[in-house]
T-cell receptor, first 111, second 114 residues
Framework: QKEVEQNSGPLSVPEGAIASLNCTYS??????FFWYRQYSGKSPELIMF????GDKEDGRFTAQLNKASQYVSLLIRDSQPSDSATYLCAVNPRRDDKIIFGKGTRLHILP | GAGVSQSPSNKVTEKGKDVELRCDPI?????LYWYRQSLGQGLEFLIYFQGNSAPDKSGLPSDRFSAERTGGSVSTLTIQRTQQEDSAVYLCASSQHQGNDGYTFGSGTRLTVV
């Protein structure tokens, strides 16, 4: 059973601080890794994807991947109240397969 | 189209009735996926269409659920003899490269079975 695990939260972070969201996955051969943001009552929105070990930066967001530890993280710098949402970690176990989603971590940015 | 379009946005139905949910993917996207999300829960995979290949139906929860994709574009998810536990948001997504670059989701259909 392929699984993607996340802490459900809520994770509360002061405005302007760094929010760190973590995710582990069970299938060692997984190929692609994604972070989606989902606001309450809305559908998920892709914000980052990463394929290779290391860091990938896009604006205030950095995705980190460690395949040896089967660990993916998302850092949000200079957190804003608008970053308050549920963040879904997702993994594609192999090319041309369906993505498996974690249950999400609720992030609350405190003004 | 510019995005993934789903209809209806909301559907209330009586227990035992059949419902059809429609998804129109982004033009040119060859892969189409259906997921559902119950209140406060994660995304549950239902079915996946890729081009002309046989669909991956491994996530359909029972034989009351079926889906088709006509002409490699629009998809319809049908739920027969609806039950209260079918109440959820049904999300459709499409992708250009078999999901390797992630999916784009539609806004979903909120199904309520009363």
């Amino acid at each position: 059973q392929k699984e993607v695990e996340q802490n459900s939260g809520p994770l509360s972070v002061p405005e302007g601080a760094i929010a760190s969201l973590n995710c582990t996955y069970s299938d060692r051969g997984s190929q692609s890794f994604f972070w989606y943001r989902q606001y309450s009552g809305k559908s998920p929105e892709l914000i980052m994807f990463i394929y290779s070990n290391g860091d990938k930066e896009d604006g205030r967001f950095t995705a980190q991947l460690n395949k040896a530890s089967q660990y993916v993280s998302l850092l949000i710098r200079d957190s804003q109240p608008s970053d308050s949402a549920t963040y879904l970690c997702a993994v594609n176990p192999r090319r041309d397969d369906k993505i498996i989603f974690g249950k999400g971590t609720r992030l609350h940015i405190l003004p | 189209g510019a995005g993934v379009s789903q209809s209806p946005s909301n559907k209330v139905t009586e227990k035992g009735k059949d419902v059809e949910l429609r998804c129109d993917p982004i033009s040119g996207h060859t892969a189409l996926y259906w997921y559902r999300q119950s209140l406060g829960q994660g995304l549950e995979f239902l079915i996946y269409f890729q081009g002309n290949s046989a669909p991956d139906k491994s996530g359909l929860p029972s034989d009351r659920f079926s889906a088709e994709r006509t002409g490699g574009s629009v998809s319809t998810l049908t739920i027969q003899r609806t039950q209260q536990e079918d109440s959820a948001v049904y999300l459709c997504a499409s992708s250009q490269h078999q999901g390797n670059d992630g999916y784009t989701f539609g806004s979903g259909t909120r199904l309520t079975v009363v």
